[in-house]
Structure formats: structure tokens, C-alpha cells
């Protein structure tokens, strides 16, 4: 059981082996990658559009102007290469310039980043929305796009275009779709349109895990990103504060976040943790020196309540 569960975390974490750029000190990829990826500290995942996306990455909402470019910078020289903004959180400009600094300091090139957006569905200008994120950014092509949720059909519908649109005209590079939780309501974005989701960006933590919906996705080479991975804000102390997760942390000397995260990516999830704060973005990186075994991950996926804190 042990085996298969290496080998599927293993081909699951399609890693490159260009180790010569990177740009942070090797971790140990006993986690079930056994090849460091070039983008950083995490492992990264084939998506189905053929681009390599990390498994772990900083989420940036409520982070505007100054606290949101230092997160970013930090998070780029902890070794994060995967960053998750929205035209909706009204930070593009300054997760920008924080991407910015860290390329001209030299920490990173643009190749070695992944960056994520979102449209809202509300929109009327959708194709002057993707090019005002570019500029906003300062990024010459966003690596996933999202719908970041539902509107109308109609309106679902003009965004996927649109984004399937910019995938052609190389401003986009994968798109994907984000709180849509059942086959029922997700099926026609696989169905419908030429270019399949790549990632569906969902609540999920370890009291709201849906593994049906990943399995789904899954049939499609989608992968499910899990934003609120430690719950939410205002909800963390749940997550953080269980007894079983705490229990776990213990036993292999890390923190319940750590715990939590390694949770996520271990189970076949993306993870966007949000942060502002420097040691935690450092501690929520440092996950891929140990492995959850069996019985742990039993243990978190029975924590599972299978609701979810937003409604959206
Ligand atoms: N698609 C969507 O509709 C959608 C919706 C919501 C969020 N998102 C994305 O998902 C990301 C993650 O969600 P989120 O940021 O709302 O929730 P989250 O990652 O579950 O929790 C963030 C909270 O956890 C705290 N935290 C982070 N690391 C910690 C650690 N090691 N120990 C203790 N506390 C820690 C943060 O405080 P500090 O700043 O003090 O570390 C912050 O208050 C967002 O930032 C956003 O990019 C997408």
C-alpha cells in the first residue's frame, strides 16, 4: 500500500530535472517526488494543457499595495514559484511589482514562475480585462487563468471563451475554472468548449475535502487547487487547533499547518496558503521533508464533514 501510494504521488508530481536553475537550496523530496523541480522548493504537477504547475504556492487575497509585494518577494526567495491573485482581490499591481523586484534581484527569471488571475463573470470588457491583468502584472503572458466563479450561463460562457481566445493569442497559457464543486455543474466546461480546464480552484481543507469531485476532475487531467487550505481566514483555529492534526504534528516534529499542507499536496491537491507574515510563508514551504503515512492521511480523511464555510 505504501509503494502504491509513492507511486502515485510520484506520477502525480510530474517533476523536471533542470536542477541547474534553481534557485533555492535542494529540499529533500521524500514526500514522493524524487526529483526536485525546477521551480523551486515544490514539486510540480503536468497539467493537462502540457505546462508544469507547483504544487504549493502563496495565495494573496485580502494582501494589497506594500504587504502584498513583500509576501510575494518573500514567498520568491523562500522558494515559492506559484502565486494566486485576482483582478477581483485589487492587488495585480503590487503582486507585480513584488514578482518584479525578485527578478531583478536576480532570484528568479519569468520562466521559472507561475502565476494565477481570475476573471469575474460580471464583466463586460472581457478581453480588455485579461489585457489590463497583463499590464497590471507587468507579465508578458499569465500562466493560468481562471473564471473565478459562476455568473450566468451566458456569462460563464463569454468568460471561457474569452480565456480560450487569450490561450490562442499566447496571453494565457492554461485556464481553468473555480467554485464549481459537483460533476453536475462543472461538466460542461469539459464538455463544451475546446480547451478543458486545467485546474478547478476549490474550497477544500481537511473538514470540506470532496474527493469525489477530484476523482472526476481527475478523468479529465484537471487537478483541484485548494484555496482556505488551512480553512479560511477566520476559520484556521478549526483546522489548526484539531486534536488529530495536532497529534500528527507532533509526532513528526512540525507545525499543524505544515501538517495540513503536506495533507493537501500528499492527497493529490494544489495548495495556495495565504500569508502576509514571513515565517509562516517560510513554514508553509518547508513540507517536502516528510511523508503522512497511511494510517495519518486515514485519520485527516476522517475529519472530513463535507461542508464547506463558503457558499459561493
Ligand atoms: N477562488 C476563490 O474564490 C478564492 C477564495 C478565497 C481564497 N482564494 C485564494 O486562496 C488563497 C488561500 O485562502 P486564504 O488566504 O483566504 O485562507 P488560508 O490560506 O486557509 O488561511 C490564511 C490565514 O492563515 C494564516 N496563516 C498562514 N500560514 C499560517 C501558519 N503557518 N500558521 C498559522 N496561521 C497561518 C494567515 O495569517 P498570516 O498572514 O498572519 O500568516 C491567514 O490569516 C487566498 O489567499 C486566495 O489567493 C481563492
Known amino acids: 500500500m505504501r509503494w502504491f501510494c509513492f507511486l502515485f504521488v510520484f506520477l502525480f508530481m510530474a517533476c523536471s530535472s533542470d536542477a541547474a536553475s534553481q534557485a533555492v537550496p535542494k529540499v529533500s523530496d521524500k514526500g514522493g517526488s524524487s526529483v526536485q523541480s525546477s521551480k523551486g522548493a515544490a514539486p510540480t504537477v503536468?497539467?493537462?494543457?502540457?505546462?508544469?504547475?507547483?504544487?504549493?504556492?502563496?495565495?494573496?487575497?485580502?494582501?494589497?499595495?506594500?504587504v502584498a509585494e513583500d509576501a510575494v518577494y518573500v514567498a520568491i526567495k523562500n522558494g515559492y514559484r506559484l502565486i494566486d491573485t485576482a483582478k477581483y482581490y485589487d492587488n495585480?499591481?503590487?503582486?507585480?511589482?513584488?514578482?518584479?523586484?525578485?527578478?531583478?534581484?536576480?532570484?528568479?527569471?519569468?520562466?521559472?514562475?507561475?502565476?494565477?488571475?481570475?476573471?469575474?463573470?460580471?464583466?463586460?470588457?472581457?478581453?480588455?480585462?485579461?489585457?489590463?491583468?497583463?499590464?497590471?502584472?507587468?507579465?508578458?503572458?499569465?500562466?493560468?487563468?481562471?473564471?473565478?466563479?459562476?455568473?450566468?450561463?451566458a456569462e460563464d460562457k463569454a468568460v471561457y471563451r474569452a480565456m480560450e481566445r487569450a490561450?490562442?493569442?499566447?496571453?494565457?497559457?492554461s485556464i481553468g475554472i473555480s467554485n464549481y464543486y459537483t460533476e453536475k455543474t462543472a461538466k460542461r466546461f469539459f464538455a463544451d468548449f475546446e480547451i478543458k480546464p486545467a485546474v478547478v480552484q476549490n474550497e477544500s481543507h481537511v473538514f470540506y475535502q470532496n474527493t469525489e469531485f477530484k476523482e472526476y476532475a481527475k478523468r479529465y487531467g484537471a487537478v483541484v487547487e485548494s484555496y482556505y487550505p488551512l480553512g479560511g481566514r477566520g476559520h484556521t483555529e478549526d483546522v489548526l487547533g484539531n486534536k488529530v492534526v495536532a497529534k500528527i504534528a507532533k509526532a513528526h516534529g512540525k507545525s499543524a499547518a505544515q501538517v495540513v499542507l503536506?495533507?493537501?499536496?500528499?492527497?493529490?491537491?494544489?495548495?495556495i496558503p495565504g500569508s502576509k507574515n514571513p515565517d509562516h510563508i517560510a513554514e508553509n514551504i518547508s513540507i517536502f521533508d516528510f511523508e503522512l503515512t497511511d494510517d495519518e492521511m486515514k485519520q485527516i480523511a476522517a475529519l472530513d464533514t463535507g461542508h464547506r464555510y463558503e457558499n459561493w
Open 92 to 153: 495585480e499591481e503590487a503582486v507585480g511589482r513584488g514578482i518584479r523586484r525578485a527578478i531583478d534581484d536576480g532570484l528568479v527569471k519569468r520562466g521559472d514562475l507561475f502565476v494565477t488571475s481570475k476573471l469575474v463573470p460580471w464583466s463586460s470588457s472581457l478581453d480588455e480585462d485579461i489585457d489590463d491583468s497583463l499590464e497590471k502584472l507587468g507579465l508578458e503572458y499569465i500562466d493560468l487563468m481562471l473564471l473565478h466563479q459562476h455568473g450566468s450561463d
Open 262 to 271: 503536506r495533507w493537501h499536496v500528499q492527497s493529490g491537491y494544489i495548495a
Open 46 to 66: 503536468k497539467l493537462n494543457s502540457g505546462f508544469d504547475m507547483p504544487v504549493l504556492g502563496l495565495g494573496t487575497w485580502t494582501l494589497r499595495g506594500k
Open 167 to 173: 490561450v490562442k493569442a499566447k496571453k494565457i497559457r
